[in-house]
């Protein structure tokens, strides 16, 4: 067959084109193979073709899931890359993934001195605090100066045994100072943990369902848990009612007295 096509290679191809017109004009339709083709057995299956992979699109309470452990995973990374206060401060203000960032006015972090023995967490900023980049300085926040001088405390202090240290769950102010939602809370949560522990208090006073159902995990109200010792990051704390609970309901003050005397016993204790 080799020896065929050599010939014909040597033939000019205008008599070849002569050629292949005699034959079409005797009739021929099809050149002839060197295998014989079977035209009654069935033609072969076609190549299958896989169909394209199209991943559905997530549902909206998938999508707020995978939110949710997304920012989760954010704040865990960036609380434990401080190592000073100053650098959670930076942290949190760096931190996008809180909607609350874009209608709060200001950053709330803390206030009072950051070595005092006595460490106090309320649970979010108000209209005031908001307005002052403080916390507790509202109506709120006078009571509870009243409250820490009772037994002999004050923020504005520099000694470690007398001063206080104050922050809150969240840095920024819930839309009409709504309570903050579970998701907003769990959140915030690694932040306030790393804050704890940067601060090194020797006690803790949780003010308010908000803080005590935070660091507590607890799903009674503060009523049940109150006056009761915890341990929150390795440190003793106790919860008590929150200050506007107090402006709302002088019938708490009585208990609220009870708290701060049981904390008042343990810092001189500890």
């Known amino acids: 067959m080799t020896e065929g096509i050599r010939a014909v290679d040597q033939i000019d191809p205008e008599t070849l084109l002569a050629a292949l017109a005699w034959q079409v004009e005797l009739g021929v339709d099809e050149a002839i193979c060197d295998e014989p083709v079977d035209r009654y057995s069935a033609p072969p299956p076609p190549e299958p073709v896989a169909a394209p ?21 954010q704040t865990h990374a960036l609380a434990a890359s401080a190592s000073t206060l100053a650098e959670l ?31 106090i967490i309320g ?41 206080a240290y104050i922050t809150n769950v969240l840095p920024w102010r819930p839309p009409a100072n709504r309570d903050p939602s579970k998701d907003e809370m769990a959140m915030m949560t690694p932040f306030l943990l790393r804050h704890i522990t940067l601060a090194q208090p020797k006690c803790i006073l949780l003010l308010g369902n908000t803080a005590m159902k935070t660091l507590f995990q607890a799903d009674r109200g503060i009523t049940a848990t109150r006056g009761q010792w915890q341990q929150v990051a390795g440190f003793p704390a106790i919860a008590s009612f929150h200050p506007a609970a107090l402006l709302r309901n002088g019938l708490h003050k009585r208990s609220a007295w009870e708290d701060l005397l049981t904390l008042k016993t343990k810092l001189e204790s500890t």
């Open 89 to 119: 401060r930076a942290a949190m203000e760096r931190f996008d993934g809180c909607a609350l960032k874009q209608g709060a006015r200001s950053f709330v972090f803390c206030d009072g001195h950051p070595a005092a023995d006595l460490m």
């Open 53 to 73: 992979i199209v991943a559905a699109a997530p549902t909206p309470a998938q999508q707020a899931d995978k939110d949710r452990t997304q920012a989760a995973a």
């Open 123 to 163: 649970e979010a900023p108000g209209k005031e605090e908001d307005r002052e980049g403080k916390p507790f300085v509202g109506r709120s926040g006078q009571l509870l100066d009243r409250m820490l001088a009772a037994i002999g405390h004050d923020r504005t202090s520099q000694s470690a045994q007398q001063g």
